[in-house]
């Protein structure tokens, strides 16, 4: 079919494929913006943020996607802890393993709300 479609927006934020909630900080726990459907982010430790959600998701299974900055040659990677509807903590770690330590990093979650 041919014409123009479109989606209003009160009924797109209630699609699972669409993003629900975004954001980005640096390594001292700055908080970027514009972010999306994020209350707080929380520093907890070295390398530990937990980031509480505006809105909560319907339950605790959302996709959660993000990207850590790099630091010289010393690449990064974020494991997601305790997702629950209303949060997910994210912990952050140098290649080497040997404790967390803080990054820029971003974060997007897609599922029901």
Partial sequence: ATGTYYTPPDLVKHSPGVGKGWTSWDA?????T????????TDSAAGD????WDTDFSTAVYAVAGALGVSGSNARHHAINNQ????????QWATNHT??????SSILAMGDQ
């Fill in 28 to 32: 001292d726990g700055t908080r970027r």
């Fill in 34 to 41: 514009p972010d999306y459907n994020v209350a707080t982010i």
């Fill in 49 to 52: 943020r937990v980031i509480n």
């Fill in 84 to 91: 629950a509807a209303g949060s997910v903590q994210v912990i």
């Fill in 99 to 104: 404790s967390p330590e803080d990054s820029s």
